[in-house]
């Protein structure tokens, strides 16, 4: 049986899961056989050769799922060749900047050095006002967050495409 990719992610709005299908999508335009699949929904990584795992960052916290989903199949990710973006950043500009180079919390650090991720890399976000509870409205308000959709998609396609020639 051949050996497929997993995109895993974790997304709060929906705005990570779009970007985790049009990575799964650009993969299967290069030949690659893909599952796209919510963290909290995978239970067996063994048809995979290779793992990209997204998750959205609030505050920055990495989405429950997607952390779960790391700690509990450290062993085998280690094993695999893995890929990690995350996507929260509103506003223009480079969403690698805006978290000042922070891609993740130190109580990941862990996690993160024992899989060896060959690439970590952040999209921007989008902030629907429609899409918030009174207390996110009243956060994103409060750290002045800029509405809108900061997504790149020709960026996500670009990395996407770079992992195809990656073993």
């Known amino acids: 049986m051949d050996k497929k990719i997993l995109v895993v992610y974790g997304s709060k709005k929906g705005s990570t899961a779009e970007i985790a299908e049009k990575i799964g999508d650009t993969l299967r335009r290069k030949g690659s056989s893909v599952d796209v699949m919510d963290a909290g929904t995978v239970h067996d990584l063994t048809p995979y050769e290779k793992i990209i795992?997204?998750?959205?960052?609030y505050m920055g916290l990495w989405?429950?799922?997607?952390?779960r989903f790391m700690k509990k199949n450290i062993?085998?990710?280690?094993?695999l060749p893995v890929w990690l973006f995350i996507s929260g950043p509103t506003g223009?500009?480079?969403p690698i900047e805006q978290l000042d180079g922070r891609l993740y919390l130190d109580s990941l650090r862990p996690v993160i050095e024992k899989i060896h991720a060959?690439?970590?890399?952040?999209?921007?976000?989008?902030?629907?006002?429609?899409?918030?509870s009174p207390f996110e409205k009243w956060v994103m308000k409060r750290v002045d967050a800029p509405e809108g959709d900061f997504r790149n998609w020709k960026d996500i396609k670009i990395w996407a495409e770079s992992i195809c020639g990656e073993s």
């Open 53 to 57: 795992i997204g998750s959205s960052v």
């Open 63 to 67: 989405h429950k799922n997607v952390t």
């Open 75 to 79: 062993e085998s990710l280690e094993k």
């Open 92 to 94: 223009p500009g480079n």
């Open 118 to 132: 060959r690439n970590i890399t952040c999209f921007g976000g989008k902030m629907d006002p429609k899409m918030l």
